[in-house]
């Protein structure tokens, strides 16, 4: 069982697999709703890269998610969004058992409306979390589930006694 203080979003970033942090990256560049990170991106590459935003902005997608994938101390709230692009690009059949198994409504993986009445409820956890091992990569479902629960650790509090340290 992993600690629920232990789970940020920098911590998962980094323990990535080179591959997939590239995937990450470049979904994450893609993203046309992503543009206020994309900025704050471009502007921590140009000061580590010691260029400016806009030689950044000039590279073509893939040097950017190059860049991106291999920065040193990714700050939180970057590696948040990027962990989310990377699902909604690469993860959303995944995403989608999971809340049909939850019993969540969603679009395509997206959950449509707030959840209700704080933590999801164990039990529904659980089946959610049987439905995914059973159907796809260990690593890629505790991946899922640590994303979830830094993003909301109130309504997913459940999934903690099913994370591997």
Known sequence: MVDQAEIHPARLWKQMPDAEKLRAADAFWRDPE??????????LLAQRLKARPRYIQGLAIEKRAHH?????????????RLLVSYH????RRM?????????IPHEDGLITSELEGGAVAADKVAAGVKALEA???????????????AQDPDSWAGLE?????
């Open 34 to 43: 992503g543009a206020p990170q994309q900025i704050e991106a471009m502007a």
């Open 88 to 91: 909604l690009a690469h993860q």
């Open 135 to 149: 159907s796809f990569p260990a690593e890629d479902v505790q991946r899922y589930f640590a994303t979830l629960l």
């Open 95 to 103: 995403m989608a058992a999971f809340l049909d198994a939850v019993g």
């Open 161 to 165: 006694a099913h994370l591997k340290s």
């Open 68 to 80: 991106l994938a291999h920065y040193v101390g990714m700050p939180d709230l970057l590696a948040a």
